[in-house]
C-alpha cells in the first residue's frame, strides 16, 4: 500500500537555526513528490515538485532533495515568517490521486 | 484575483440538513478535487473529477456527493449532514501531465 510518513510531527526552532524535515514514502513507483507549505487556515501553498532520486529544488531559504525512499526540505537560517505547516505527497506512477502525509509543523522563535 | 475561489469561507448548519460547498477556478485546468482535513491529519481525498464528464470516489466518498458543472466550477454537496463531517474543506486543480495541485482557500464547515 501506497503511504507517506513525515518526521517530526512538530519542530521548534531559534531564528537562524538550520534544520531538515523528513518525508518518507512507500510507493510501487515514484512519479512525482511534492512539498507544500501550509499557514493555519489556509489553503496549501506549492512549493516543489520532485521526479527522480538526486534531484534537487531549492526557493529561498528552503531547499529541497530526493532519494529513492525519502525526502528533507532542508531550512537554512529560518526567520519567523517560515513558520507553517509543511505537507509532503507523493504520487505513483500509473496512478491518478496523489498521497499526503501529516505534515510537519514548524515554529521559528525570534 | 485568486485562481481558486471556495465559497462560502465559513459555514454552520444543523445535523440533518444538506448543504453545498462551491468551488471555481480560473486556471484552465480539467482536473479537480476535494479533500477534507481535520485536525493533526494529512488531506483526505473525497471525490475528485478529470473533465465534465468523469467523476470518481475518493477515500472518504460515503456521505458526501458531487457535480461538475462546467471545467471551472466543482460543487461539494452534504446530503445529510452530521456532526463528524466538521473539518476544513479544501477544493484543487490541476492539469496533465504536470500533476501539480492548486487549492483554494478551504471552506470550515461546523455541523451542529
Known amino acids: 500500500e501506497d503511504q507517506v510518513t513525515q518526521s517530526p510531527e512538530a519542530l521548534r526552532l531559534q531564528e537562524g537555526e538550520s534544520s531538515s524535515l523528513n518525508c518518507s514514502y512507500t510507493?510501487?513507483?515514484?512519479?512525482?513528490l511534492f512539498w507544500y507549505r501550509q499557514d493555519p487556515g489556509k489553503g496549501p501553498e506549492f512549493l516543489f515538485t520532485l521526479y527522480s532520486a538526486g534531484e534537487e529544488k531549492e526557493k529561498e531559504r528552503l531547499k529541497a532533495t530526493l532519494t529513492k525512499k525519502e525526502s528533507f526540505l532542508h531550512i537554512t537560517a529560518p526567520k519567523p515568517e517560515d513558520s507553517a505547516t509543511y505537507l509532503c505527497a507523493v504520487q505513483a506512477s500509473g496512478a491518478s490521486k496523489i498521497i499526503f502525509g501529516s505534515g510537519t509543523r514548524l515554529s521559528i522563535r525570534p | 484575483d485568486a485562481d481558486v475561489t471556495q465559497t462560502p469561507r465559513n459555514r454552520i448548519t444543523k445535523t440533518g440538513k444538506r448543504i453545498m460547498l462551491e468551488c471555481s477556478q480560473t486556471k484552465g485546468h480539467d482536473r479537480m478535487y476535494w479533500y477534507r482535513q481535520d485536525p493533526g491529519l494529512g488531506l483526505q481525498l473525497i471525490y475528485y473529477?478529470?473533465?465534465?464528464?468523469?467523476?470518481n470516489k475518493g477515500e472518504i466518498s460515503d456521505g458526501y456527493s458531487v457535480s461538475r458543472q462546467a471545467q471551472a466550477k466543482f460543487s461539494l454537496s452534504l446530503e445529510s449532514a452530521i456532526p463528524n463531517q466538521t473539518a476544513l474543506y479544501f477544493c484543487?486543480?490541476?492539469?496533465?501531465?504536470?500533476?501539480?495541485?492548486?487549492f483554494g482557500p478551504g471552506t470550515r464547515l461546523l455541523v451542529l
Open positions: 510507493v510501487s513507483g515514484l512519479r512525482g
Open positions: 473529477s478529470f473533465d465534465v464528464k468523469d467523476i
Open positions: 484543487a486543480t490541476s492539469d496533465f501531465p504536470e500533476e501539480t495541485q492548486y
